[in-house]
């Protein structure tokens, strides 16, 4: 997901987008299994958790191919230019 992330948004942006999405991916990771046990609990199986999480992910798969990448930079480019602030 790391190279993925870059290729879209670039490596400058790269520290700001990983922390606005960290705290989107801990809810989810935090909230699954417990949902996950109480539609097992409701339901007598885990079918409708499986397809719950299967379909957003099918969906996500789906966009997947619309992502528009930035074009890479020419390999006489540097990755990152330095600060103007710490060449003093």
Do not use: C
């Not at 079918?47 to 999480?53: D, E, I, R, Y």
């Amino acid at each position: 997901m790391g190279r993925l992330l870059a290729r879209v948004f670039g490596l400058l942006d790269y520290g700001r987008v990983m922390g606005l999405m960290n705290p989107v991916l801990m809810l989810f990771t935090l909230v699954a299994p417990p949902l996950a046990g109480y539609l097992q609990d409701v339901t007598g199986s885990y079918h409708t958790a499986f397809l719950s999480f299967a379909i957003p992910l099918a969906a996500a798969i789906l966009i997947l191919p619309l992502i528009r990448f930035l074009p890479p930079l020419p390999a006489s480019e540097p990755m990152m230019k330095p600060s103007p602030n710490l060449a003093k």
